[in-house]
T-cell receptor, first 113, second 110 residues
Framework: DTAVSQTPKYLVTQMGNDKSIKCEQN?????MYWYKQDSKKFLKIMFS???????INETVPNRFSPKSPDKAHLNLHINSLELGDSAVYFC????????????FGDGTRLSIL | GENVEQHPSTLSVQEGDSAVIKCTYS??????FPWYKQELGKGPQLIID?????GEKKDQRIAVTLNKTAKHFSLHITETQPEDSAVYFC?????????FGTGTRLTIIP
């Protein structure tokens, strides 16, 4: 009965590769997000989508491309991976935008060799 | 944009005692203040939230207070238990996004 699920949980890959992370929510929410948590545990928003439309893009390098095929799914594709991309990536969802509770997945730990 | 500061970065308390974590925010337009608990290997989990039209909110052993004038909000956990050990994050919502504090690692000493 996982509300927000991400796959894979762990991703280990070489610099320069391209990888994707998938996220699905079964809460019926309209809005989905991607966050990056660095090694110091700092959580920062990357993107948000509302009903499949991009509403927040936080000056993330264009190597990162989110895609929302429907409002229950938000995937993250990363091209030409760099060492600095190593982090935990969290997907979240909420009912509507703005001042709404966000529900997080358990994260994808990306390690670049 | 919004800036959220959180203190302390680490906190150790004896089991049964109270714990208080404090946050300040910069933008007076922020109107929603959630608190999240993150356990090892898990995503942040919402534990309590407060909106700008309310000064205090309680849920069993957890309470949050908000001082809009001073732009401060605090998390209070009473009668702490070992399972309260985790990293806690405050956040402030402004312009359709949440800005998080830097986290507090709370350790409950049995």
């Amino acid at each position: 009965d996982t509300a927000v699920s991400q796959t894979p949980k762990y991703l280990v890959t070489q610099m320069g590769n391209d990888k994707s992370i998938k996220c699905e929510q079964n809460l019926g929410h309209d809005t989905m997000y991607w966050y990056k948590q660095d090694s110091k545990k700092f959580l920062k928003i990357m993107f948000s989508y509302n009903n499949k439309e991009l509403i927040i893009n936080e000056t993330v390098p264009n190597r990162f491309s989110p895609k929302s095929p429907d409002k229950a799914h938000l995937n993250l594709h990363i091209n030409s991976l760099e060492l600095g991309d190593s982090a935990v990536y969290f997907c979240a969802s909420s009912q509507g935008t703005g001042a709404q509770p966000q529900h997080f997945g358990d994260g994808t730990r990306l390690s670049i060799l | 944009g919004e800036n959220v500061e959180q203190h302390p970065s680490t906190l150790s308390v004896q089991e049964g005692d109270s714990a208080v974590i404090k946050c300040t925010y910069s933008d007076s337009a922020s109107n929603y203040f959630p608190w999240y608990k993150q356990e090892l290997g898990k995503g942040p989990q919402l534990i309590i939230d407060i909106r700008s039209n309310v000064g205090e909110k309680k849920d069993q052993r957890i309470a949050v207070t908000l001082n809009k004038t001073a732009k401060h909000f605090s998390l209070h956990i009473t009668e702490t238990q070992p399972e309260d050990s985790a990293v806690y994050f405050c956040a402030a919502s402004w312009n359709e996004k949440l800005t998080f504090g830097t986290g507090t690692r709370l350790t409950i000493i049995p």
